[in-house]
């Protein structure tokens, strides 16, 4: 087993963020029913590989894994609150390019992050009475150990 759980240090590091409130709950791949919560879900991300001319099979030294950050909101006929639930995600993707740029990334267990980026802007994928859950998609990108 790993020492370093992707998800986990991923989570730690979103958690970082300004805009992710310190007093709210911040799941894994678990959503509840209460505004202003967060969740980071894995999402499936094809192993790059190669096969040389004798058939051996390796896998590319860069590879990426994709992650799904969701947030329940309050959602309701308001368009500046509507407005604000996507503003909150615009805030995450502005942080995120910061830390691209200054290199600060989480550990993660495959290899040493080379970046992480937004691959989907924000978006209502579910809405009740009240609540809706936004969410955006991350791309990292890590050279793989060897």
């Known amino acids: 087993m790993p020492e370093v759980n992707n998800t986990a240090e991923l989570r730690q590091w979103l958690r970082t963020c300004p805009a992710i409130l310190d007093s709210a709950r911040f799941g894994v791949d678990f959503a509840g029913n209460s505004a202003t919560e967060y969740t980071i879900y894995s999402s499936p991300t094809t192993l790059q ?64 992050v080379i970046s992480i980026m937004p691959t989907l ?22 050279r793989r150990r060897n």
Do not use: C
């Open 121 to 142: 802007s924000p978006f209502l994928i579910d809405a009740a009475a009240n609540l809706g859950r936004y969410q955006i998609q991350l791309n990292i990108k890590y």
């Open 49 to 112: 590989s190669y096969t040389d001319i004798w058939g051996n099979v390796y896998f590319r030294p860069v590879q990426e894994l994709n992650f799904i950050l969701a947030s329940v909101r309050s959602l309701s006929s308001d368009v500046l609150q509507n407005l604000s639930n996507l503003g909150f995600f615009n805030e995450v993707i502005e942080w995120v390019y910061r830390q691209n740029t200054m290199k600060n990334f989480p550990k993660i267990a495959e290899g040493a």
